[in-house]
């Protein structure tokens, strides 16, 4: 009798202790959704134009994420030493091992991504907007100051006439919301850039780390001109930083935990019934 009711007891403990973990899960999802939404919109969040501020929402997830990895391994711990079957204790252990090995994969793949110069270059050279312009009054070029899912920022500005070096260029770099195709200056708190000229050599202009806004090169000539541009787009080194360092937490705790259950897993090997 005293045995069953202490297996009674385990059973009972257990079923409480997956209902309490089911509720914990239940209630930082929420969370997580709850906060990602919130720091979308306070990131400035808009449809027209459109901008997604997704960095420091994902980032915020990954955290939470990563504390609820934590909770898990506590929870797994706990059932593994609440169940009588040696069988269970194994095949939980071996199950909770081949987890952490696949976490352990995917936050090495999302380190490598994130700290590896090499990836950032590649992700920075495909969103690079270049081309060529040929005109003889005025022409703009419309670029962002932000990607629209704020990961990368306009970093530097070039422009470079073509066949023709002995002809003036006048240039502004201005906000979207202010141009007016009857001007053809804009006073110094208008624009960006401090040169408003070029011609024999380029024009490159590092852009300064301003929030997300739609912006125009607007480009005036007396004569007839082909222009090479292009604008390029770095990530910010804060971004690489703290991923990495996200990531890399992942990778400890998953491979510490992996030690911890290598031994568990061993010692009810021989004993298991099934495996």
Do not use: C
């Amino acid at each position: 009798m005293k045995g069953d009711y202490d297996r009674l007891e385990g059973t009972y403990k257990l079923a409480g202790l997956k209902r309490l973990e089911r509720f914990a899960y239940i209630i930082q999802t929420v969370g997580i959704i709850a906060t990602f939404v919130f720091l979308v919109y306070i990131g400035g969040a808009m449809l027209n134009p459109f901008y997604l501020p997704l960095f420091w929402a994902i980032l915020a997830s990954l955290i939470w994420i990563f504390i609820i990895s934590i909770e898990a391994i506590v929870f797994r711990l706990m059932e593994i030493k609440k169940r009588d079957s040696e069988s269970a204790k194994f095949l939980m252990a071996d199950r909770s091992m081949k987890k952490a090995l696949t976490v352990m994969v995917i936050a090495l793949i999302g380190f490598a991504v994130a700290f590896v110069p090499f990836f950032a270059e590649q992700i920075e050279n495909v969103n690079e907007i270049e081309g060529e312009v040929e005109f003889s009054d005025s022409e703009t070029i419309e670029f962002t100051s932000r990607g629209r899912f704020d990961f990368l920022r306009a970093h530097e500005v070039t422009l470079e006439t073509v066949f023709r070096d002995d002809i003036e260029v006048v240039v502004f770099i201005i906000p979207e919301r202010i141009y007016d195709p009857n001007r053809d200056s804009y006073a110094p708190g208008e624009r960006l850039n401090i040169q408003t000229d070029f011609g024999e050599n380029d024009f490159v202009f590092e852009m300064p780390e301003i929030s997300f806004d739609e912006y125009y090169i607007v480009l005036f000539s007396d004569e007839t001109v082909t222009i090479d541009y292009r604008i390029s787009y770095n990530i910010p080194a804060n971004i690489t930083n703290l991923l990495s360092t996200v990531f890399m937490a992942f990778v400890i705790s998953q491979a510490a935990w992996a030690v911890v259950l290598n031994p568990i897993k061993k010692k009810h090997s021989d004993k298991a019934i099934y495996k």
